[in-house]
């Protein structure tokens, strides 16, 4: 599968953004899903993932802010940004696999990787 992920910009604090993860192919929902983020001179971090079934797990850092979603016939993930914070600039990558693994939070256990979109947030 490839990912092309879209929607970054620069936000002021307290805004929003909806970021995309658009999936080539016919099998986007064999797939689980999942972003994560990596700030300068930081190392990526987990953020939000949605499995097949539809099921959610969030960082502790994004929760009641962030939401992740999918729609299998458009073959795109989605990113809701509430709440935005200095804190959440990074670039944002979308990573999907076909199995689940209980590692999900960690960015080896996924094998596929878009190829990032950047978020700024400041005033």
């Known amino acids: 599968v490839q990912l092309q992920a879209s929607g970054g910009g620069l936000v002021q604090p307290g805004g929003s953004l909806r970021l995309s993860c658009a999936a080539s192919?016919?099998?986007?929902?064999?797939?689980?899903m999942g972003w994560f983020r990596q700030a300068p001179g930081k190392e990526r971090e987990f953020v939000a993932a949605?499995?097949?079934?539809?099921?959610?797990y969030y960082a502790d850092s994004v929760k009641g802010r962030f939401t992740i979603s999918r729609d299998n016939v458009r073959n795109t993930m989605y990113l809701q940004l509430n709440s935005l914070e200095p804190e959440d600039t990074a670039v944002y990558y979308c990573?999907?696999?076909?199995?689940?693994?209980?590692?999900?939070?960690?960015?080896?256990?996924?094998?596929?990787w878009g190829q990032g979109t950047l978020v700024t947030v400041s005033s």
């Open positions: 949605i499995r097949i079934g539809g099921m959610t």
């Open positions: 192919g016919r099998t986007f929902s064999t797939y689980n």
């Open positions: 990573a999907a696999d076909r199995f689940y693994s209980y590692t999900y939070y960690s960015a080896g256990s996924w094998n596929y």
